[in-house]
């Protein structure tokens, strides 16, 4: 995507040969115009596919997530990373390495918010090693529902993640794909 990829180029900062911080736009100050186009963007993408649900993973993967639910006109539920009072009904759980901040967190999503019928598509800010995608999934296939696609904003393509989803047959769209950072710059897969 032309413009996502100009903003990273125009505002990401590159911390090192691994991590881009985007906080001008996605991460912490968010643009909801460039929102909009990602939402768009990921709605075609998975026009054909009968989404009926978007999953993601609080708190970064909301802005986007939200979107793309407008846009396909379908809920959108963010799993938690901390169990709130609220959420006393019956929980599905599982364990997510969080990759930025280094622990395993315990991440939640009430029972029946999905339902066998669903067909979910995932949302996340980042994929890197893949674990967040992931353990979304296996959220959703504990509910029984159907992984009907996984969107990426950024994907990290010299991690692990992208070649682990396809590997498990999962139907994979990034926005911008990142083939390095080293030299203190974003390079691009398809430059
Ligand atoms: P994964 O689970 O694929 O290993 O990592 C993805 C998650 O880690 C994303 O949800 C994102 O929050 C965070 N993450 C991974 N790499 C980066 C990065 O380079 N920059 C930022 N800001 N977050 C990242």
Redesign the pocket.
Known sequence: MKELKKRILEDGVVLNS?????DRFL?HQIDPMLMHQIGEAFAKAFANEGITKVLT?ES??IAPAVLTGLALEVPVIFVRKKKPITLNTSLLTTE?????KNVHNTVYLEKDIIQEQDKCLII??????????LGLTRLIEQSRATVSGIGIVIE?SF?E?RAKLDRAGYSVFALARISSLTDNKVHFLDE
């Open positions: 691994t991590i881009l911080k985007v991460n993973l970064s993967g997510i390495y969080s990759y930025t996340d800010d980042f994929l890197a090693n893949g674990e967040a995608a990290k991690q993640g």
